[in-house]
């Protein structure tokens, strides 16, 4: 099994701003469709942002679409997440994926990373 971590999970204040990072040694991520997920309690997963393998073409979630940006550094094989104006209702566990569908925003991954918890207050 492939180790997929992420980092830069945290509690932060209303309006505030977070950058969650996801390393998958052994796996260019450059060859796969890949995101990010969320899960807030007592509510399903949700894919939020993600990016094609093929041209770089990136998705949003209407609930994150102008505050939050995704981008894959090829070189240093990463991909982030950029969350900025987080509000309460963006704390959730965060999931970086990897290898999704073509529609990169169902909830399908061939490998998940453990999540990091994102804690934002009023």
């Known amino acids: 099994e492939v180790p997929v971590v992420e980092s830069g999970g945290g509690a932060v204040q209303a309006g505030g701003s977070l950058r969650l990072s996801c390393a998958a040694p052994?796996?260019?991520?450059?060859?796969?469709?890949i995101g990010w997920f969320r899960q807030a309690p007592k509510k399903a997963r949700e894919g939020i942002l993600c990016i094609k393998r093929y041209n770089g073409s990136t998705y949003s979630a209407d609930s994150v679409k102008g505050r939050f940006t995704i981008a894959r550094d090829n070189a240093k094989n990463l991909l982030y997440l950029q969350m900025n104006n987080l509000k309460p209702e963006d704390t959730a566990v965060y999931y970086c994926a990897i290898d999704l569908l073509n529609n990169c925003l169902r909830d399908y991954a061939r490998l998940w990373g453990q999540g990091t918890h994102v804690t934002v207050s009023a």
């Open positions: 052994g796996v260019i991520l450059d060859n796969y469709n």
